[in-house]
């Protein structure tokens, strides 16, 4: 919540070693006496469209999965701004892009300002950041962590453990989950922890493990009924695009073709090749011929059938769906690891499990890849919470929840109460049963990284249950707006019909609300 509390006065004293950072934090009035550790994994790029808890057509994820049973998932649970180190700053803060100032990709993130980390290991948590990080300065406020630099690697990737570089042989979905269970392993049992234990994948270019290789290759996944949007009702943001499968996907990096001749011919060509000679290049003689071993079936029905047009738009749908599912099926077996270590060493009643990705992600819907649009299928974020002694199995919850809302929710299991400047709402009571009466009704999102990748022009946005308005700016002045109930796959932009006039002055009084009460003046 954003108001604080009163704060006990004793327990306020003990844990105030970092004590500017308790004082903002303040501590509930002995509410909780057992604090539940927190472990917190979050993949890059995981669509729940590829998540059989959420009825995905896709895959199973069974590991996954225990989470949802055991626990609770999220049905409206959403980003606030569809980009990994945006997300990740305001999973840290709590706050939306423009407070904390991580409003694209290119930022470096301000690691002096007060995170959730921070204030849980000033009250006594042990706390880890392993894996994904891409915010450029050094971690702060984890007693242990160990971080891919960047965007890091699928094969034989760096770590920066510590402030140490060097590299590891083996596959960075195993070789994150190694590095976490090593510092389950070895942390003090009598105090509670904080593991964020951040996955690179399935991000792109989608590179599985080489043991599943072979698995998925011809099988045909269900090509989305919209693959083929022509963005016909929309504005040219939709159009200006440059993440569609048919015609930005490339060949060779992200699809493991071999090289091909036109490639030479232009910039994204020779791109292409560069990027994929880089990952090919890094693989051990062994990796890579397990790899070309691997993919030596698809390359030759490549070869054979020399797909055009359309064909190929469709050929490259089943190809990306092939890599970026077997890359997820690991990612599942690797959670499995984790929560079977909880199990066997009997932490898995007092531990908070949390699992969602940085943002959605498109598999093949409009015809794309990528994220950053406020459309459905990268504003949805899968989130699923297990925590026995709290959380009743099984229940699904509607309640719309923001990625601002993991701190305050971390910091109230730990008895702590959410900082003045803290902008998501503790989600506990709802884990419980119990919605605040005055909970949200709408969500506020905004998207900045533009020009850059992908070419999606800055917007921002309100949804409501039912509807969505959004307004594209910058180097275009276009709205958008669509009836989720009628439109569920936002075809039918209903921005200029007769029958929408009334609702569009109530939607854009409410996108103000929204933009005053975050204080959102960057637009
Ligand atoms: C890379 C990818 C993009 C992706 C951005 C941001 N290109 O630049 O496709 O949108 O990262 O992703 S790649 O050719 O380098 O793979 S994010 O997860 O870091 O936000």
Redesign the pocket.
Known sequence: MMTQKSINRRTFLQVSTASALAVTAGLHCQKTLRRPNILFIMS??HAYQALSCYNGQLNETRQIDRIAQEGVRFEQSFCTNS???P?RATLLTGKYSHMNGQID?SVRFDGSQVTFPKLLQAAGYQTALIGKW?LKSDPTGFDYWNILPD?GSYYNPDFIEMGMQSRRTGYVTDLTTDYALNWLKARKPDQPFCLLLHHKAP???WMPPTRYLPLLHFRQFPVPDNFFDAYATRSDAARQQE?EIGRHM?LQ??LKMPPLQENAQSAQGR?DQD?WRNDYERMTPEQRQAWDAGYQPVIEEFQTRKPQGRELALWKYQRYMEDYIATVTAVDENVGRVLDYLDDSGLTDDTLVVYTS??GFYLGEHGW????FMYEESLRIPVLMRYPREIQATVNRDDIMLNIDFAPTFLDYAGLHAPVGMQGQSLRGILSGHTPKDWRQSMYYHYYEYPG??AVKRHYGVRTRRYKLIHFYHDIDAWELYDLRKDPHEMNNVYGNPDYQSVIPELKAELKRLQEFYQDTLS
């Not at 890849?369 to 950053?372: A, E, I, Q, V």
């Open positions: 890059d790029d980009i990994c180190a997300s990709n891409h965007q991000h792109r270019n993440m490339m990096y992200d791109r990027y940085d943002n890849f990528d994220k950053r990748w992908h």
